[in-house]
């Protein structure tokens, strides 16, 4: 499908600025500064990590709303008296 895709000379215009700005930013100094503080960079797994977070939470959320969510163990009432055997 991509092969028969016809590139117009605007498209090749903007592909020539674009390696441009980013050869001026990895070739020129002082066009790209690094940020001072290294607490700015996370790795992967903790970036990972909070976007599954911030997905389930807003599964539950959503759960809740539609009244279909099942209570968290926290949510739930305690039993009453022994368990049935």
Known sequence: ???????????DQV?????????DL????????LPTDGRVFRSKDDFWWEQMRQR???LRRRA???G???PTAEEEE?????PAV
């Open 78 to 82: 305690p039993l009453e008296g022994p």
């Open 68 to 70: 279909s969510a099942v």
């Open 26 to 33: 990895l070739c020129k100094p002082g066009v790209y500064k």
């Open 15 to 23: 592909e020539e600025r674009m390696l441009e700005s980013i050869s």
């Open 1 to 11: 499908a991509l092969a028969g895709h016809q590139t117009g000379p605007d498209e």
């Open 56 to 58: 389930h939470f807003r």
């Open 64 to 66: 809740k709303e539609r």
